[in-house]
């Protein structure tokens, strides 16, 4: 049996969605549904169910999705010693990150590829998601680490769901909002709001749902936002990643009528990765895995 074939297996049934599991193992849609088609001959039994809304496991799928784990982690174990002994860490990895990615996904990451490989060497830039996948697209960056705009990817480029949070605002624990349990766009039309710069899908987000709202501050990273916030700008629009830069003194609510906020992975569609850059998204991958399992506090301390 071919492990790759256990692996889109596994990638369908996490992301729900052939579609899905294809742009995050980097083939067609098409080849993926063949390849589980193959396992399911291989196994002579039926792993997934197909409707409208995507794919999930059968029965007999789910009872094997520990066991083909297993199977892919001995796979991938074997290959990373294979990568360690003949010093395929030790190229150069660049990466591109919106802010909130930078402090949340690539800085864990990059601690501990210094201390696990430090003959890998990479580069780090942070900015807008526009600017990130452009550069991404250019091919000055091995992927990217952005908030998933509202438009389609560009030709050329793919976009792989990582971890969602729910969009809010920040505010000042004696601001007139504070002591609600929520808010909706129309709550921000009278008060001056902080929030990132223009050009930035959360500064798109506010303008599709407020009618000229009364920006204040433009703010380059989601820190600034909250500081800004703590020091009376006004209010912070902001989604809920649990960060380590917190700010004492801010409440945060949900705005419940607003979608939540994306992260994801760009790369080229037609690039090579290098081993190393395997090793970095593989790790990414994992951090955003553990992300969505740290639920950061609604209100009290952001």
């Known amino acids: 049996m071919r492990v790759e074939r256990a692996r889109y297996f596994l990638a369908a049934v996490e992301t729900g969605s052939l579609r899905a599991a294809a742009a995050r193992c980097g083939?067609?849609?098409?080849?993926?549904?063949?390849?589980?088609?193959?396992?399911?001959?291989?196994?002579?039994?039926?792993?997934?169910?197909?409707?409208?809304h995507g794919v999930r496991p059968t029965p007999a799928g789910q009872a094997l999705i520990e066991p083909l784990g297993r199977l892919v982690a001995a796979e991938d174990a074997v290959r990373a010693s294979a990568m360690e002994a003949s010093g395929a860490y030790r190229g150069r990895v660049q990466i591109?990150?919106?802010?909130?990615?930078?402090?949340t996904i690539i800085a864990?990451?990059?601690?501990?590829?210094?201390?696990?490989?430090p003959g890998l060497r990479f580069g780090v830039r942070e900015g807008a998601s526009g600017a990130v996948e452009d550069a991404v697209l250019d091919g000055e960056l091995d992927f990217g680490v952005v908030t998933m705009p509202e438009s389609p990817a560009a030709p050329g480029l793919s976009r792989t769901p990582?971890?969602?949070?729910?969009?809010?605002?920040?505010?000042?624990?004696?601001?007139?909002?504070?002591?609600?349990?929520?808010?909706?766009?129309?709550?921000?039309?009278?008060w001056p709001v902080v929030t990132m710069r223009a050009g930035t899908v959360m500064w798109e987000t506010l303008h599709r749902h407020v009618p000229e709202p009364d920006v204040v501050v433009q703010a380059m990273s989601a820190r600034t936002v909250k500081v800004m916030v703590a020091r009376g700008a006004g209010l912070g629009v902001l989604a809920r990643f649990p960060t380590s830069a917190d700010?004492?003194?801010?409440?945060?609510?949900?705005?419940?009528?607003?979608?939540?906020?994306?992260?994801?992975l760009t790369q080229r569609r037609d690039g090579r990765p290098s081993p190393s850059a395997l090793?970095?998204?593989?790790?990414?991958?994992?951090?955003?895995?553990g992300l969505a399992g740290r639920e950061p506090a609604a209100r009290g301390v952001s």
């Open 27 to 52: 083939v067609s849609q098409p080849a993926i549904g063949q390849q589980i088609g193959l396992l399911e001959e291989e196994l002579d039994v039926v792993l997934l169910t197909r409707g409208r």
């Open 96 to 103: 591109g990150a919106v802010s909130v990615a930078a402090e």
């Open 108 to 117: 864990p990451v990059v601690g501990r590829l210094r201390e696990r490989h």
């Open 162 to 190: 990582l971890v969602s949070a729910p969009l809010g605002i920040f505010v000042r624990t004696d601001h007139p909002l504070a002591g609600r349990g929520q808010v909706h766009w129309r709550d921000l039309g009278t």
């Open 247 to 264: 700010i004492a003194g801010l409440v945060w609510l949900p705005l419940r009528d607003a979608p939540p906020v994306r992260l994801c």
């Open 279 to 289: 090793v970095v998204r593989r790790l990414i991958r994992a951090e955003a895995d």
